[in-house]
């Protein structure tokens, strides 16, 4: 079952074209379409025109298939059914086709134009007849048209009317509002940051320089939608640092790093983009180079991870002096090195930063946190009977002595009256219904206190005054319990008693510790100036082990399940052990990993627990930490630390 057609054509010269191809199916289709098998190119010929069918074998049927009858040995017919054997002609508008029998039984098809083109429409002609080029302009015309009003609505219009806006006027509030330093964890466009307007909109709403924006701006920058000169301060220049810089002072978002070690770390530009950004004058590191405007409502401040790890994964063979080490991504992030206290002092102690395994601190305090965080010793049994807040266990709770601060990032300093006197009291005499304590971190005042109140009681004895042992007080006792009426004899016996309870408070004596060394280290020069004979070595808490990171407490309430104290346990694990204040219970970079970028525990998915990108725990307008002594590493925020210290009333 096959048809052999034979399409005839005229060449140029008057010559015959037959193109000839054999198509095996049990019928074909006829018509100007050009997914009939037969086309026959003329507007006289509908595009689906007729079939023709083999129904045995040396005849076929025709039918039309939209209504139009054909001419069939000069007859106008719907439907035929032919025999080959008499060698049918079928007239489809100027074209005829010569149906006879082909080899191996095969219809055989041949359609030629027996009308000449110049009778009738062909194909070629059929877009002039239908179209509207007669009552149109031509094209070249419509093409200078459409030319001119782009010239003139898209650029003359606009440049004119941001010629004549002239240089933005930014209100002084908004600059004051932006050139604050933005607070840890804080991000522009999250509400917190209030821009005003600093332009009304133009009357009616529009402003002919708006037609080149190519898009919104974002929640950031959403107040100076119509105030195009704010940041475009120069024509046919892209925004500079300057126009940044306008609102966004250094004070408020300073340099990554010092400008001359930044340039010089950063990823060499090559090729095509190397070429554009010089000839267009920008230079790497603008701040448009990260944050892109015009893009949507937040992308102001969405900077692609790849812009931190390109730099930082080569980072050493660009600065080859650098402490830094190269990080080239979340998965192959380097351990963590803390800053630790190297050498504690009152006002200016060092730090050093150094790798997590096998650290110590050198804090001057000592502080074991396993007897404090115990359930069942003595420590516990004080703070049941001071009716302190406690764990779900009968413990010290975590959230005793590490107050979250205001922000939530850390926590506040640790200070000896709010964390430690409930249960370290400093009392040491009852004078009648008063208590006296002693002052806490003045040594010399401590020495002086004692001596004179025993001088005074041996030369104006009153009665009702008690004493207070000065041994250090096994926990659960209270200072009460301990007081026994004072009588002294002398000035001598008074001056001895003094010299003998104050070297009881630093010091102890029989093998018990001193309420002084039971957490500080002291040192004794043996002078015969009580006042100036002990010192107790100064104490620095440090209040952020990771100043390169970012870690807010308030966000990881909760680990795996647990909350409260175990959540808190779960990360510093070594915390439960830990017998000395040299301890470094801080996780390392495997412990983070178990939620950033892990997935979550679900049946097939693919989601994180939580974000592992660069900006969830690095900032980068945090500018460059200061200098430090030789031998020493980065001080993270020593003014910072210092004021903890003082806070704290640690110290000699």
Known sequence: MSFIIRQLAKRADGGDIIRTRTLVQAEISIGRGTDCDIQLADLAVMLRHARLVRIAAGRVSLETTGGVPVEV??????????????????????????????????VAITAERVIPPIDTADAGQEVSIFSLQ?????????????????????????????????SAALPKDMLAEAAQPVTPGQAFGDGKLQVPQARPAAAGGFAPDEVWSTGALSNAHASLS?????????????????????????????????????????????????????????????????????????????VAES??????????????????????????????????????????????????????????????????????????????KQRLALASDGSLPCGYCHTPDADKLRFKPIEMEAN???????????????????????????????RDFYLSQA?????????????????????????????????????????????????????????????????????????????????SLNDHYLPKGRFPHGQHKSYDGKTGDAACVACHTGIMKSKAATDVNIPGVANCRECH?????????????AGA????????????????APGHGQPARVADRRGAVRNAGFGS
Not at 424 to 450: E, N, S
Request: glycine residues 10%.
């Open 307 to 384: 812009f931190c790890t390109d730099c930082h994964t080569g980072l050493k063979s660009r600065l080859a002096d650098t402490a830094l080490t190269n990080v080239p991504g979340w998965s192959k992030h380097p351990d963590f090195r803390a800053t630790l206290v190297a050498t504690p002092a009152a006002e200016t102690p060092l730090f050093t930063r150094t790798a997590l395994s096998g650290a110590r601190e050198k804090s001057g305090l000592i502080y074991p946190h396993d007897i404090h965080q115990s359930s069942t010793n003595a420590v516990a049994n004080m703070a049941q």
């Open 597 to 609: 970028g892990a997935p979550a525990k679900t049946l097939f998915s693919n989601t994180a627990k």
């Open 73 to 106: 040995g000069g007859k106008f017919v719907t439907r035929a059914d032919l025999d080959l054997a008499d060698a049918p002609t079928v007239d489809i508008g100027p074209f005829r086709l010569s149906l006879s029998d082909g080899e191996d039984g095969a």
């Open 226 to 302: 119509n105030n195009c000169g704010a940041c475009h301060n120069k024509a046919f220049t892209s925004v500079t640092d300057t126009s940044c810089q306008a609102c966004h002072t250094k004070a408020a978002l300073p340099d990554h790093a010092a400008p001359a070690r930044l340039a010089k770390g950063l990823l060499p530009e090559s090729g095509a983009m190397a070429v554009a950004h010089k000839a267009f004058n920008l230079p790497q590191g603008r701040c448009t180079s990260c944050h892109k405007e015009h893009e949507g409502e937040a992308t102001v401040m969405t």
């Open 613 to 628: 990108t660069c900006d969830t725990c690095h900032g980068y307008h945090e500018g460059p930490l200061p200098a430090v």
């Open 134 to 166: 007669g009552a149109m302009p031509t094209r070249r015309r419509l093409a200078w048209i459409g030319a001119l009003v782009v010239l003139v609505g898209l650029f003359l219009l606009p440049l004119l009317h941001f010629i004549g806006e002239g």
């Open 459 to 539: 030369v104006a004895p009153r009665a009702g005054v008690q004493r207070i042992a000065f041994d250090r007080r096994p926990p659960g006792r209270l200072a009460e319990v301990e007081a026994a009426q004072l009588r002294l004899g002398s000035i001598g016996d008074a001056q001895g008693r003094a010299r003998a309870a104050v070297a009881s408070i630093f010091v102890g004596g029989g093998g018990q510790k001193g309420l002084c060394s039971d957490c500080h280290v002291v040192s004794d020069s043996g002078g015969a100036d009580v006042t100036r004979r002990f010192a107790i070595a100064p104490v």
């Open 420 to 450: 430690c006197g409930a249960c370290h009291d400093l009392a040491f005499a009852r004078d009648g219904d008063t208590l006296r304590t002693l002052p806490h971190g003045k040594p010399a005042q401590v020495a002086g206190i004692i």
